[in-house]
Antibody, heavy 121, light 111 residues
Framework: EVQLVESGGGLVQPGGSLRLSCAAS????????MSWVRQAPGKGLEWVSSISGSGGSTYYADSVKGRFTTSRDNSKNTLYLQINSLTAEDTAVYYC??????????????WGQGSLVTVSS | QSALTQPASVSGSPGQSITISCTGTNSDVGGYNYVSWYQQQPGKVPKLMIY???NRPSGVSNRFSGSKSGNTASLSISGLQAEDEADYYCSSYRPGSNTFVFGTGTKVTVL
């Protein structure tokens, strides 16, 4: 069974940094691209970033480019999202998600339970 | 990276059929068959309902169907049930930039 478990969320002051982790199991992690999607409280889904299976290619939404960095450690079956220069607009639940197929553009299924990041002083 | 446009809300009575639209551009919805639909029930994680415009994952009811015409994709739900009450999001891949975009979301209410 595929499992994705996010961790690392919490309360952070504006301007601060945080690293989210997503521990994966139940599949060959390095065979699949992975993605991060966020959802602000009471708002819709927003794609944040994706990374290729090897980790050699990363892609970001314009809203986070230059502040967020996605990486992965295939030896640890773990996906990471480094978030810098946090603002209140970054307050959201951050989901990691696996594509349903081995091709990059495969739809996301399943998703982790999410990790809440709250930016407030 | 503008979001795909969906109606904010759609409602219907039990047993009725409803359709949710999702409008994009030639760079996403209209140019490729990479449209997916997700259902998010209150307090839960999004669930994939339709992929590649018309395909249903195993386990998804055949009351859910997808289609596309030009730059607009649609999700139809027939035989509406109370359990269908949820938020629905469309999504598309943009091959030109290797990015993804979600729709603005539609709240479905079963009257």
């Amino acid at each position: 069974e595929v499992q994705l478990v996010e961790s690392g969320g919490g309360l952070v002051q504006p301007g601060g940094s945080l690293r989210l982790s997503c521990a994966a199991s139940g599949f060959i992690f390095s065979d699949f691209a992975m993605s991060w999607v966020r959802q602000a409280p009471g708002k819709g889904l927003e794609w944040v970033s994706s990374i290729s299976g090897s980790g050699g290619s990363t892609y970001y939404a314009d809203s986070v480019k230059g502040r967020f960095t996605t990486s992965r450690d295939n030896s640890k079956n773990t996906l990471y999202l480094q978030i810098n220069s946090l603002t209140a607009e970054d307050t959201a639940v951050y989901y990691c998600a696996k594509p349903s197929g081995r091709y990059f553009w495969a739809p996301l299924d399943p998703w982790g339970q999410g990790s809440l990041v709250t930016v407030s002083s | 990276q503008s979001a795909l446009t969906q109606p904010a809300s759609v409602s219907g009575s039990p047993g009725q059929s409803i359709t949710i639209s999702c409008t994009g551009t030639n760079s996403d919805v209209g140019g490729y068959n990479y449209v997916s639909w997700y259902q998010q029930q209150p307090g839960k994680v999004p669930k994939l309902m339709i992929y590649d415009v018309t395909n249903r994952p195993s386990g998804v009811s055949n009351r859910f169907s997808g289609s596309k015409s030009g730059n607009t994709a649609s999700l139809s739900i027939s035989g509406l049930q109370a359990e269908d009450e949820a938020d629905y999001y469309c999504s598309s891949y943009r091959p030109g930039s290797n990015t993804f975009v979600f729709g603005t979301g539609t709240k479905v209410t079963v009257l």
